[in-house]
């Protein structure tokens, strides 16, 4: 089955990206142009394996275009750069509102779940295994790279959360010592985060990551791919370990 998987997975990475998903991406995602010739490569890819694998679906009468495929599927893809990955294993479909998402009373999800109620507010549905977004907010941002404000590596980062079993602010990490050590240096810094906010101390990461651990590592993500300086800078060790996780080195592009 895996072998399978993973053969379909090489074809439609060997694939050619057609000319206006390229276009769409290098006009609409300018944190494409950041990355190296090989890194571009490696996320057509990437695009390709999202595209055949995660259902979209329009909703409020948002029509669900090659545009808006691949304009999400290219920043998903920016999080899975350089290291193993199982595409998002956890996520079953990309819900896109055109605009500010408005609450439904209920909406049933493929596999049984059901999106209802308060709970289905913006960014709130990662925990069943969907992805909520609006389209203008995808756009927003996606069009300044170093802005630490991007929806996609935000959702997408809670996605990542959720395949180590649970959401609390940690990845899948590859042994008992890289789960320690997350947890300590996340922990220290969630509550200095915490801490600085209650004396009124200026913070680099914005208030809303104090809110729990799993919107501390989704904030922290989209800081680490967007002002990675910054980052490194005043939060070292969560840099440290951001990278070790992501394999990804965010610093050296700001650098280049
Ligand atoms: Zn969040």
């Not at 729990?212 to 005043?234: G, H, I, K, M, Q």
Request: net charge neutral.
């Amino acid at each position: 089955m895996f072998g399978l998987k993973s053969r379909r997975r090489n074809r439609l990475r060997a694939q050619a990206i057609p000319a206006q998903w390229s276009a769409a991406i290098q006009s609409n995602v300018p944190y494409f142009h950041l990355l190296t010739p090989a890194e571009r490569v490696e996320l057509f890819g990437h695009v390709q394996v999202l595209l055949h694998e995660k259902p979209f679906e329009g909703c409020g009468g948002l029509v669900v275009t090659d545009e808006v495929r691949v304009t999400i599927a290219a920043q998903a893809a920016i999080l899975l750069l350089g290291r193993q990955t199982d595409y998002y294993p956890k996520l079953r479909t990309i819900l896109v509102y055109p605009a500010k998402y408005v609450a439904e009373v209920a909406r049933p999800l493929p596999g049984g779940a059901v999106l209802a109620g308060p709970e289905a507010r913006l960014g709130e549905a990662w925990y069943r295994g969907a992805v909520v977004l609006s389209w203008d907010d995808v756009l927003r941002g996606a069009a300044d790279p170093s802005d630490a404000d991007n929806v996609v590596f935000h959702e997408f980062a809670h996605q990542l959360d959720s395949e180590s079993g649970a959401n609390e602010g940690a990845p899948d990490l590859p042994t008992r010592e890289a789960r320690a050590r997350w947890a300590r240096v996340f922990e220290r810094e969630f509550r200095r985060l915490i801490n600085d906010l209650q004396h009124a101390r200026p913070t680099l990461l914005r208030p809303y990551a104090a809110s729990n651990p799993a919107e501390f590592f989704a904030v922290a993500t989209e800081y680490f791919f967007e002002l990675p300086l910054a980052l490194r800078s005043r939060h070292a060790e969560l840099y440290g370990e951001m990278a070790a996780y992501f394999q990804q080195d965010p610093a050296r592009r700001f650098l280049r």
